[in-house]
């Protein structure tokens, strides 16, 4: 275990340094101008700016050199400042992080306890017709495009009924709590705010929703595999025998042991949640990064196009490893081979 | 032999059984978009360009799909998006494919320092989230449909390199292949004749699945302005347009009902596929 742990982590500062020179690579073919990735177009003509530029990132010096230097400030958090809020984008990306984490784990809570349910479900009645909806309900989940469903469900719940808000993490009236953890529900609720700690919660319900969705479908397909697998097994007819319920066997006896394999997923959904997040925050205005990232796509904001592939790079890492790891941990199989 | 009466041929026709109803949505689904990307120009509609209504306005007997801000027909432009959505991602999947392969049929053929560094190569691409990647790609080459297309090839090459590269290595020591080369088969004789026509039924399965997923990051892309630009009818820019207009919910229905019908056509098919191909999988 422990040798599987410590070949995994050494892995990881050649994967990071691997991420850091396809980043250096790409903003170095950028617009043809290594400059125009750090330089905003406005500020190319400030001559002090250029060269101040130009000395921060080393590109006077050669081409081994200016990769040192970029490897180098990126080591030191050192993302290059946004053309747009002329901000640090370590900072921007700090700020807006709580947001993000905050939606993809209202969407993962969401995905994974309903697609727990809609597998054990579907594999109890495999073949029938609530089988063939279920599988329909999830796939129809991880094919639509959030950035269309996102758009339709706000229109239904918030326009039509009424019944949630539109856009935003906050009603505009309210301000928002004293920052503590960054997530808007926990910090009302530390407030004791329960109107502001409401308010928040109605705001996540849609896009969680949404994000969630996408994920239920790959979480439902795979607890009902595992399920119908463990539902064949000899113990699960000695449970029957033994006169289990229904429920019982299901859950205590079933499900217990298929959730093992779901783990592995956590990992793989978070990549689909990644991609979610960029399209739901931006149909939702969470100010999250995801739409810092579409806000730099569509202003052509380099330093912090970049620094959000860096860093959302080096998270897909971190948590690819984590969930093997975990899983190792579950299925011994798993680190002998 | 010639005396040996002739058996009566019984021949028992029976539905294939991976031929079930989804694959069949599937097959139709495929089968109506790409007859409408070939036929479109043929079709009584309206010009996906022109102005040819009034503005905003709700689905009717004249537009069934309802008009757009620009008063222009949403079922119209919806159908000539076909041409740019799927024609597309056709390209990108083709080359990603034919890139993807090679380079893990090599990587695989060959071992060694070549495979270790190839693999390296893919795994750290897979390691970027796929729109992250795509975006920051194609920003860098500047926004467009081409420069969308070449940054999803980059995304996509390396799930094909890997999946070629296992495949050549479980097929590479088979008996049949230590045969070929006992009788004097050359590398690129072995790898092309003997190898590769045995590993492509997991990449067109794989390719049947990602195909759905490459058009929703092309709509991705032009949704978030860096593909498609206005007033190209691409499914993605049209949702944009369609967020834009918010209370006018058909604008942006037009579109994602198209992409939704694709990606579940391909899900469908590639499913069936795998039942076909692959039957160990189930």
Known sequence: ?337 | MSDVPALPRIRVRQWPAWLKLPVLVGIAIIAFWIVACLTIDLWPIYDPIDMVGRRLQPPSADHWFGTDALGRDVLSRTLHGARFSLMMSCAVIVCAVLIGSAIGAVAGYVGGIVDGALMRLVDITLSFPPILLAMAVTAAMGPGLENAALAMVIVWWPVYARLMRGQVLSIRSREHVEAATAAGAGHARTLVKHILPLSWSPILINATMDFGQVVLLTASLSFIGLGASPPTPEWGSMISEGAIHFYQWWICSGPGIAILSVVLGFNFLGDGLRDLLDPRSK
């Open chain 1, 1 to 337: 275990m422990t040798r599987y742990i410590v070949r995994r982590l050494l892995s990881l500062p050649l994967l990071l340094l691997g991420i850091v020179s396809i980043a250096f690579l790409i903003s170095h073919f950028t617009q043809g101008d290594p400059l125009s990735s750090i330089v905003s177009e406005r500020q190319m003509d400030d001559e002090q700016a250029v060269a101040a530029a130009k000395a921060r990132w080393g590109l006077d010096k050669s081409l081994p050199e200016q990769y040192l230097v970029y490897v180098g400030n990126l080591l030191t958090g050192d993302l290059g400042t946004s053309f747009r809020t002329k901000q640090p984008v370590s900072q921007d990306l700090l700020e807006r992080l709580p947001a993000t984490l905050e939606l993809v784990i209202a969407a993962m809570l969401f995905g994974s306890t309903t697609g727990i349910a809609l597998g054990v479900v579907a594999a109890r009645f495999r073949d029938r017709t609530i089988d063939h909806a279920a599988r329909l309900w999830a796939l129809t989940g991880s094919s639509a495009p959030v950035f269309w469903s996102g758009l339709i469900l706000l229109y239904i719940f918030s326009v039509v009924l009424g019944w949630l808000p539109g856009p935003g993490r906050l009603d505009a009236r309210m301000s928002p709590p004293d920052g503590v953890t960054g997530f808007l529900t926990i910090d009302a609720l530390l407030a004791g705010d329960m109107a502001l700690f409401w308010d928040a919660v109605h705001h996540l319900i849609l896009p969680a929703l949404v994000l969630g969705w996408t994920v239920m479908g790959i979480v439902s397909r795979l607890v009902r595999a595992s399920m119908l697998d463990v539902l064949n097994q000899d113990y699960i007819v000695a449970a029957r025998a033994r006169g289990a319920g229904e429920l019982r066997v299901l859950l205590n006896h079933a499900l217990r042991n298929a959730l093992v394999p779901t783990l592995t997923i956590i990992g793989f959904t978070f990549a689909y949640l990644i991609t979610g997040a960029v399209l739901t925050e931006a149909i939702f205005s969470w100010t999250g990064i995801g739409s810092y990232a579409v806000d730099a796509a569509r202003s052509l904001d380099y330093p912090a196009i970049m620094g959000v592939t860096i860093v959302g790079g080096a998270a897909f890492l971190l948590t690819n490893l984590i969930t093997d790891i975990a899983y190792a941990f579950a299925d011994p199989r798993i680190r002998l081979s």
